[in-house]
Nanobody
Framework: QMQLVESGGGLVQAGGSLRLSCAVSGRTFSTYSSYVMGWFRQAPGKEREFVAAIRWSGGGTYYADSVKGRFTISRESAINTVYLQMNSLKPEDTAVYYC?????????????????WGQGTQVTVSA
């Protein structure tokens, strides 16, 4: 069974940067894997929302409008790890960030497409 473990969260001032990591175990992705890896977040009192996604094969990336130009998603196939580089952080980016995996996803923003989820890592951005 696939396991996803996030790390890299923490407290940062507005304008700062953090890099989240998602280590994937229990599965090895082939070069032609159809898997999609996504990052979602949930702020206090709000629903969980899509942040970014990357196709394991080909590396196509997708971003929510709210993070476009500030966040970058990437993957390192050799170590089965997905990253979310977050720059120019804002207080409204404060949330628990979750890594998720979808075996295939035509529409990457739909949470129901993702079968496996990590436990989440807290990101807090102070003003």
């Amino acid at each position: 069974q696939m396991q996803l473990v996030e790390s890299g969260g923490g407290l940062v001032q507005a304008g700062g940067s953090l890099r989240l990591s998602c280590a994937v175990s229990g599965r090895t992705f082939s070069t032609y894997s159809s898997y999609v890896m996504g990052w979602f977040r949930q702020a206090p009192g709000k629903e969980r929302e899509f942040v970014a996604a990357i196709r394991w094969s080909g590396g196509g990336t997708y971003y929510a409008d709210s993070v476009k130009g500030r966040f970058t998603i990437s993957r390192e196939s050799a170590i089965n790890t997905v990253y979310l580089q977050m720059n120019s952080l804002k207080p409204e980016d404060t949330a628990v960030y979750y890594c998720a995996a979808a075996p295939t996803a035509r529409v990457v923003i739909i949470q129901a497409n993702y079968n496996d989820w990590g436990q989440g890592t807290q990101v807090t951005v102070s003003a």
